[in-house]
């Protein structure tokens, strides 16, 4: 993983200290609330429903076992015992005391983590595939393209002020694990004539209205990556919407001009750019891959008797690393998910005690390397296959090792109104419900690949709109109600899920779920995913079976 270097370290110290001084200020009343609002949010800082909450950096979901310790001493000592990992593959505090932070943020920066840029109208953490480098399909190591976007916008002049947030994804695998069609700028890493080239998505993104990137650059070259995305913030940034925040994100701006329109724009304004001072040279790529190199594998086989023998003896074992446990690109490893969706604990949320479980594992299991996904999961990504059962029996141990990942009880699902200002309902209290709905699970397994997003309002934090069931927290004359939608996918496939109908009472979603699974039972073919069998079948099957005895 990428290693701070003398500036790196200096940069992020000065603003540590630039911070505290600005709280002070802000605290001794000569900073308005107004000013110390703009400040605050760039360090990561919001002021949410019943405290501050602090979203730490995480670039492309990566962590060292030291960062992770470093991550559960704060916890402990700055908030209440616990963090969120988030849908961008980012930390959350929710209850860090304002004029602590400064002195929270001097202790990230000694292990080379900070807050900078994770919220407010600027380029935001730079995501990618959770299993980038380690994934058997992948074209290209995804993970030194998202460093180099990282180095480039952060602290940009140029983007500190954007219509909107602005989100980046790259990916370089064959299935799209980035999510890359709903970002803001979405980039691919493909192989022509064993040549690196990227695709270049534009305009995607959720929220108020989502919409599904469209490709505006189908082959471009390496050296190029940095100046082009320079042309397309360059025409965001002079043609975005700044008069009303709904219209400023740039899938609006990218579906008024059409495309093509857009994609004409950024060349034009790419002429200027192009082979200019941010065209990156052969050297300045190598010297970030470095920091990306395999780690010291050992030649094991892929075939473990013994492991082997385990899995036909123990179904607990074996439930868990048919759904857990991923094929790894070098022999005798895999890949290993940490479903962090046990039922009666918010989605997403971590204790410091696991935190530092979980450290003690990489540093056992993975060469001291853990990564956050867009689940708002773990991924261990190097694990000797012959260790798959002592690891499992130490996630047992800890409650790490529901065996869930990717069936409908690992639920994605936002904060929330427990937390969130803005949302209009609560989530986790109907996540729990679904979970214990669906506790079964020889059905959950026999039901197969399901997700679930579930967001407080339509900001889409839980990216309701690429769930195959989407919940959505509504007011309804000052009560909380749940829109449900069906029918979306965040990943290679990616569509946006269409609205059922009219909302549902708290108390009556895991009914409508159980419905529209029983639907899907009925009439599935095969092993066909619930995708499919919607795909199929259209919605009012669906629509039909949820509406046809319920009283709305």
Same mark, same amino acid.
């Given at each position: 993983?990428?290693?701070?270097?003398?500036?790196?370290?200096?940069?992020?110290?000065?603003?540590?200290?630039?911070?505290?001084?600005?709280?002070?200020?802000?605290?001794?009343?000569?900073?308005?609330?107004?000013?110390?609002?703009?400040?605050?949010?760039?360090?990561?800082?919001?002021?949410?429903?019943?405290?501050?909450?602090?979203?730490?950096?995480?670039?492309? &979901?990566?962590?060292?076992?030291?960062?992770?310790?470093?991550?559960?001493?704060?916890?402990?000592?700055?908030?209440?015992?616990?963090? !969120?990992?988030?849908?961008?593959?980012?930390?959350?505090?929710?209850?860090?005391?304002? $004029?602590?932070?400064?002195?929270?943020?001097?202790?990230?920066?000694?292990?080379?983590?900070?807050?900078?840029?994770?919220?407010?109208?600027?380029?935001?953490?730079?995501?990618?595939?959770?299993?980038? #480098?380690?994934?058997?399909?992948?074209?290209?190591?995804?993970?030194?393209?998202?460093?180099?976007?990282?180095?480039?916008?952060?602290?940009?002049?140029?983007?500190?002020?954007?219509?909107?947030?602005?989100?980046?994804?790259?990916?370089?695998?064959?299935?799209?694990?980035?999510?890359?069609?709903?970002?803001?700028? &979405?980039? *691919?890493?493909?192989?022509?004539? #064993?040549?690196?080239?990227?695709?270049?998505?534009? #305009?995607? &993104?959720?929220?108020?209205?989502?919409?599904?990137?469209?490709?505006?650059?189908?082959?471009?070259?390496?050296?190029?990556? =940095?100046?082009?995305?320079?042309?397309?913030?360059?025409?965001?940034?002079?043609?975005?919407?700044?008069?009303?925040?709904?219209?400023? *994100?740039?899938?609006?701006?990218?579906?008024?001009?059409?495309?093509?329109?857009?994609?004409?724009?950024?060349? $034009?304004?790419?002429?200027?750019?192009?082979?200019?001072?941010? @065209?990156?040279?052969?050297?300045?790529?190598?010297?970030?891959?470095? !920091?990306?190199?395999? /780690?010291?594998? $050992?030649?094991?086989?892929?075939?473990?008797?013994?492991?082997?023998?385990?899995?036909?003896?123990?179904?607990?074992?074996?439930?868990?690393?048919?759904?857990?446990?991923?094929?790894?690109?070098? /022999?005798?490893?895999?890949?290993?998910?940490?479903?962090?969706?046990?039922?009666g604990i918010a989605p997403g949320d971590v204790t410091d005690e696991?935190?530092?479980?979980?450290?003690?594992?990489?540093?056992?299991?993975?060469?001291?390397?853990? *990564?956050?996904? !867009?689940?708002?999961?773990?991924?261990?990504?190097?694990?000797?296959?012959?260790?798959?059962?002592?690891?499992?029996?130490?996630?047992?141990?800890?409650?790490?090792?529901?065996?869930?990942?990717?069936?409908? @009880?690992?639920?994605?699902?936002?904060?929330?109104?427990?937390?969130?200002?803005?949302?209009?309902?609560?989530?986790? /209290?109907?996540?729990?419900?679904?979970?214990?709905?669906?506790?079964?699970?020889?059905?959950?397994?026999?039901?197969?690949?399901?997700?679930?997003?579930?967001?407080?309002?339509?900001?889409?934090?839980?990216?309701? !709109?690429?769930?195959?069931?989407?919940?959505?927290?509504?007011?309804?004359?000052?009560?909380?109600?749940?829109?449900?939608?069906?029918?979306?996918? &965040?990943?290679?496939?990616?569509?946006?899920?269409?609205? =059922?109908?009219?909302?549902?009472?708290?108390?009556?979603?895991?009914?409508?779920?159980?419905?529209?699974?029983?639907?899907?039972?009925?009439?599935?073919?095969?092993?066909?995913r619930f995708i499919d069998t919607y795909r199929r079948l259209g919605?009012?099957?669906?629509?039909?079976?949820?509406?046809?005895?319920?009283?709305?």
């Amino acid at each position: 993983m990428y290693v701070y270097d003398e500036y790196d370290q200096k940069m992020v110290d000065e603003r540590v200290e630039q911070y505290r001084d600005q709280t002070d200020r802000f605290l001794a009343g000569t900073l308005s609330a107004e000013e110390f609002q703009h400040l605050r949010l760039r360090n990561g800082l919001y002021i949410q429903r019943l405290a501050p909450m602090l979203r730490i950096a995480v670039p492309y &979901g990566m962590l060292s076992s030291t960062q992770l310790r470093k991550l559960a001493h704060i916890t402990r000592h700055y908030d209440r015992g616990y963090a !969120h990992f988030t849908t961008r593959q980012n930390v959350q505090l929710n209850w860090p005391k304002l $004029e602590e932070v400064p002195d929270l943020l001097a202790e990230l920066a000694t292990v080379e983590m900070h807050a900078i840029q994770t919220s407010g109208n600027c380029i935001r953490n730079v995501t990618s595939d959770q299993y980038a #480098g380690v994934a058997r399909d992948e074209i290209e190591d995804s993970r030194p393209w998202a460093e180099l976007i990282r180095q480039w916008s952060t602290f940009h002049p140029e983007y500190n002020w954007l219509p909107r947030k602005f989100k980046i994804a790259v990916t370089g695998a064959e299935g799209d694990r980035a999510a890359v069609q709903v970002h803001d700028i &979405g980039v *691919r890493v493909l192989r022509e004539n #064993g040549e690196t080239r990227f695709e270049v998505l534009a #305009g995607g &993104g959720l929220g108020r209205t989502p919409i599904i990137g469209p490709v505006i650059k189908q082959s471009l070259e390496p050296k190029h990556l =940095l100046t082009y995305l320079e042309a397309i913030l360059r025409v965001y940034n002079r043609y975005g919407r700044r008069d009303n925040k709904y219209k400023a *994100r740039i899938k609006i701006l990218v579906k008024a001009m059409t495309p093509e329109v857009f994609a004409q724009k950024v060349e $034009e304004e790419w002429v200027h750019l192009k082979d200019g001072p941010e @065209t990156l040279t052969q050297a300045e790529i190598d010297r970030v891959r470095k !920091h990306f190199t395999a /780690p010291a594998y $050992e030649k094991l086989e892929d075939h473990v008797p013994a492991v082997d023998d385990l899995l036909a003896d123990n179904s607990g074992f074996g439930n868990w690393v048919k759904q857990n446990v991923k094929a790894h690109r070098q /022999p005798g490893y895999v890949i290993v998910n940490l479903a962090m969706k046990q039922t009666g604990i918010a989605p997403g949320d971590v204790t410091d005690e696991q935190l530092e479980i979980i450290a003690d594992l990489a540093d056992e299991f993975s060469f001291g390397e853990v *990564r956050v996904t !867009h689940e708002q999961n773990v991924t261990l990504a190097d694990v000797p296959k012959k260790s798959l059962h002592d690891l499992w029996t130490k996630l047992v141990e800890a409650e790490l090792a529901s065996p869930n990942l990717g069936l409908l @009880t690992d639920i994605i699902c936002c904060p929330g109104g427990d937390y969130c200002s803005l949302a209009n309902a609560k989530s986790i /209290p109907v996540a729990e419900a679904i979970q214990r709905q669906f506790e079964d699970l020889d059905y959950l397994h026999d039901l197969g690949e399901l997700d679930i997003n579930i967001s407080g309002c339509m900001n889409a934090c839980g990216h309701h !709109h690429v769930g195959n069931i989407g919940i959505l927290g509504v007011d309804k004359k000052g009560e909380e109600f749940y829109q449900v939608s069906i029918g979306g996918s &965040g990943y290679e496939d990616a569509s946006l899920a269409k609205i =059922l109908g009219p909302s549902f009472a708290q108390d009556d979603v895991p009914g409508v779920v159980q419905k529209l699974v029983d639907v899907h039972l009925e009439h599935r073919q095969g092993e066909e995913r619930f995708i499919d069998t919607y795909r199929r079948l259209g919605i009012d099957p669906y629509k039909e079976a949820v509406y046809a005895t319920w009283e709305v």
